[in-house]
């Protein structure tokens, strides 16, 4: 009876490293958020970027070695497997990690601003607010003077509707050039998996255009009430998921170009399709329950 070799990678810096990084950029960023941080010290911002350096830094060289393992044919069957259900259930982290924030939207909607209003057994919570009246998007806040809400909320039907072309348009190029990828025709993969990336980058063009003018034009910012609070911790983490996944995919269409994947063996492509694909569903339901309804 044979028996197949399993490779135990060697012990590695990286995860304790990586854990720093992530340390360094929540203080940051929750000392930034919260004012924590004396407007003149940057602590913060400071403590966030280098978070930020380090954990670009971790990911370039942890990533290369793991390359440089698969290029060298050390990976069997059972490690593919591994790295399958690695990424399935990083994908499913993330996909609770979105699901908390649409619950939080969830309840702020159908629950928290009709009690508000004195709906419901505990509508008696309208005396915290005297005159509120419930509707969503919430354009009122407690205090207008201190925080005002948004005067007006984004059309759905511009550049909202624009970006989702856009990336509904991108999980069909990629869907394409694995197609291609399966059957070894590289130079469709080269030119697919670049209209992936062109029209990732493009989404993230015109979501800046909508955070400036949301800003500038409308009132909508993270101090604009719950509406802009959930607006942008929404749009503003998918945004940031939509900029890793175009990274991974410059990364992917680079090793393309360099021969290292092939119709068998090229998992470091459907994990990057897949992470993909999650970001566009998640866009879907943006647009759906934070645009439109």
Same mark, same amino acid.
């Given at each position: 009876m044979s028996t197949q070799s399993y490779y135990v990678p060697h012990q590695s810096r990286w995860p304790i490293l990586a854990s720093i990084a992530l340390f360094l950029m929540a203080m940051g960023a929750g000392s930034y958020i919260n004012g924590l941080s004396e407007p003149g010290d940057g602590l913060g911002g400071i403590s966030l970027l280098a978070g930020a350096v380090l954990m670009a830094y971790i990911l370039i060289r942890w990533f290369g070695n793991v390359i440089?393992?698969?290029?060298?044919?050390? +990976?069997?069957?059972?490690m593919d497997a591994s790295f399958r259900w690695g990424m399935s259930?990083? /994908? *499913?982290?993330?996909?609770?990690?979105?699901?908390? !924030?649409?619950? %939080?939207? !969830? +309840?702020?909607?159908?629950?928290?601003?009709?009690?508000?209003?004195?709906?419901?057994?505990?509508?008696v919570t309208n005396m915290l607010w005297q005159g509120f009246e419930a509707q969503w998007p919430l354009m009122t806040t407690p205090d207008m003077?201190?925080? &005002?809400?948004?005067?007006?909320? =984004?059309? &759905?039907? #511009? @550049? &909202?509707?624009?970006?989702? =072309? @856009?990336?509904?348009s991108s999980s069909v190029t990629v869907t394409i050039a #694995? %197609?291609?990828?399966?059957?070894?025709?590289?130079?469709p993969v080269v030119i697919w998996l670049a209209a992936t990336i062109i029209l990732?980058?493009? *989404? @993230?063009y015109y979501q800046a255009i909508e955070y400036v003018e949301a800003y500038q034009e409308l009132g909508l910012t993270l101090s604009a009430g719950i509406y802009g609070a959930t607006f942008f911790v929404l749009t503003g983490f998918h945004g940031l998921h939509v900029? @890793?996944?175009?990274?991974?995919? $410059? $990364? $992917?269409? /680079?090793?393309?170009m360099r021969g290292h994947f092939s119709s068998k063996h090229h998992f470091g492509f459907e994990a990057v399709s897949w992470y993909w694909h999650f970001v566009d569903v998640v866009w879907v339901g943006l647009f759906l329950f934070v645009y439109i309804l």
């Open positions: 440089r393992e698969s290029r060298a044919g050390l +990976y069997s069957e059972q259930w990083f /994908i *499913f982290s993330e996909v609770m990690f979105f699901a908390a !924030f649409f619950g %939080a939207l !969830f +309840y702020v909607r159908t629950l928290a601003v009709p009690w508000l209003g004195g709906e419901g057994d505990k509508g003077e201190a925080f &005002p809400g948004p005067k007006a909320v =984004i059309d &759905p039907w #511009h @550049l &909202p509707l624009l970006n989702t =072309i @856009l990336l509904l #694995h %197609a291609a990828l399966k059957r070894d025709s590289r130079n990732g980058a493009v *989404f @993230l900029t @890793l996944g175009t990274f991974m995919l $410059i $990364i $992917i269409w /680079i090793r393309v």
